[in-house]
């Protein structure tokens, strides 16, 4: 049962940030996993990346205050790939 409230309670804070963007009109773009390693991992994307790889690139582009945690370096690169898919240059 404890699956089902945090279940609920996700989708309900989606369903909140979402209204809220759409309110602003602010676009929101939702980026699979594979379309974002293609974007910035052109040569490897068809390879199974390993996490360390990930956060490497991370850490390169934004220095080494970017934390060890792949979550976080996930999350920067869909942040990155959505950009640049909205703004259509690259970063």
């Given at each position: 049962?404890?699956?089902?409230?945090?279940?609920?309670?996700?989708?309900?804070?989606?369903?909140?940030?979402?209204?809220?963007?759409e309110?602003?009109?602010?676009?929101i773009?939702?980026?699979?996993?594979?379309?974002?390693?293609?974007?910035?991992?052109?040569e490897?994307w068809?390879?199974?990346?390993?996490?360390?790889?990930?956060?490497?690139?991370?850490?390169?582009?934004?220095g080494?205050?970017?934390?060890?945690?792949?979550?976080?370096?996930?999350?920067?690169?869909?942040?990155?790939?959505?950009?640049?898919?909205?703004?259509?240059?690259?970063?």
């Amino acid at each position: 049962s404890q699956g089902v409230v945090s279940m609920f309670t996700f989708g309900y804070s989606f369903g909140g940030i979402v209204g809220c963007c759409e309110t602003l009109e602010i676009p929101i773009l939702f980026i699979q996993p594979t379309i974002w390693k293609k974007v910035l991992f052109p040569e490897k994307w068809k390879e199974k990346l390993q996490k360390s790889d990930i956060i490497a690139y991370c850490q390169t582009r934004f220095g080494s205050k970017i934390p060890k945690h792949d979550g976080i370096a996930d999350a920067i690169c869909i942040a990155l790939c959505g950009i640049e898919k909205i703004c259509n240059k690259k970063i």
